[in-house]
């Protein structure tokens, strides 16, 4: 049996131990243990941080530029519409069934079994950083984040972020600004002519954001976007509301600052309009990195990710890359394919063998 083979065999065997142990955001302390556990197995060096994991080749150089690879642990709750037991690994017809076996467990065993695949590598120009973080599904402060926050990390020169794209390349990911909105009127009574309806007021605001666009577009990621999502007023029949919220889902592209698009929104509308973080912001990696060139080479094709992930709490440039596909996740009798792993533990080895191998 090949590295590569055995590598793959320990990946499939540490995701079915994953998918066996809940890790609901917040809750992944079960999980953050399997993983350590891996990294003692094998004499690997390692530190944990609440529910966050990660650690560096065996030659780590700071001289050297350092390459992440990073992917989360957690997972969202099942939904009522499992058939099958969601925290019971199961295989058939090449299907690995299991919570989280999509999202993201294949893409997190495929990134540590290529971090494996490099740790003892002495001939690389770059440091190989593996972290598998927490709270990527809720956008916690105490993921990915909160290593970087406080300086956990060495300077990192670019990223591969492991979530579901079928081993395409996604070189540009859009931002994420959630912002509520309140739109004040004035109560009375439904049967006269009183008060100042608030509901009325916000659908004239609601009208704006469902017809407004944003004059630049991406040449990657297209327009922004602007969805109301939520949206509660009254508590009777017959009184005129005094207040109406609702909450904006803005994704917003590399065109526009998270500050620049909640500014647009102040000036349009009447209702009051707060953000509840500018944290999340887009994403992107040139065309022309050597990363992404080695993908191409390789027949992966390039695109822009419309939904979040940990790329957008990093400043450094970062690839969404990974095994599995985007429309399984979060749905009932989620799984990946034995195969899509394997082909995801190739690719990545094979891409970034390009570029970290020094020459």
Known sequence: MTLQQQLTQDAITLLKQLIATQSFSREEQQTGDILEEFFRERTI??????????????????????????????????????????????????????????????????LLATFCYFYHRSDLSFNV???????????????????????????????????????????AEKGLMVVDCTAQGKAGHA?????????????????????????????VLGKMKMSVTIINAGKQHNVVPDTCTFTIDCRVTEQYSLEETLDTIRQNIESDAQARSIRLKPSSIPLEH??????????????????????????????????????????????????????????????????????
Request: glycine letters at 8%; aromatic letters at 8%; a negative charge.
């Open 191 to 219: 049967a006269r002519e009183e008060g100042d309806n608030a509901i009325y007021k916000a659908l004239r605001d609601i009208t704006w954001i469902q017809q407004y666009e944003f004059p630049k577009v991406s040449p």
């Open 290 to 359: 050597p990363i992404v060139q080695a993908g191409i080479q390789l027949g992966r094709t390039t695109y822009g990710s419309p939904t979040t992930s940990d790329q957008a709490v990093l400043d450094c440039q970062s690839l969404k890359l990974g095994p599995g596909h985007s429309g399984r996740s979060h749905t009932a009798d989620e799984f990946i394919y034995l195969s899509e792993i394997e082909e995801g533990i190739d690719l990545y080895i094979k891409m970034l063998g390009e570029v970290i191998i020094a020459r």
């Open 45 to 110: 060096p390692f530190r944990r941080k609440i529910n966050n994991i990660w650690a560096r080749n065996k030659h780590f150089n700071p001289a050297l530029p350092t390459v992440l690879l990073n992917s989360h642990h957690d997972t969202v709750k099942p939904n009522p519409s499992w058939t099958l037991n969601p925290f019971e690994p199961l295989v058939k017809d090449g299907k690995l069934f299991g919570l989280g076996s999509n999202d993201a467990g294949g893409c997190l065993v495929s």
């Open 129 to 171: 950083l593996f972290v598998a973080s927490a709270e990527e599904e809720i956008s916690g402060v105490n993921g990915l984040e909160l290593l970087l926050k406080e300086n956990d990390l060495p300077e990192i020169s670019f990223a591969i972020v492991g979530e579901p794209t079928e081993m395409h390349l996604a070189i």
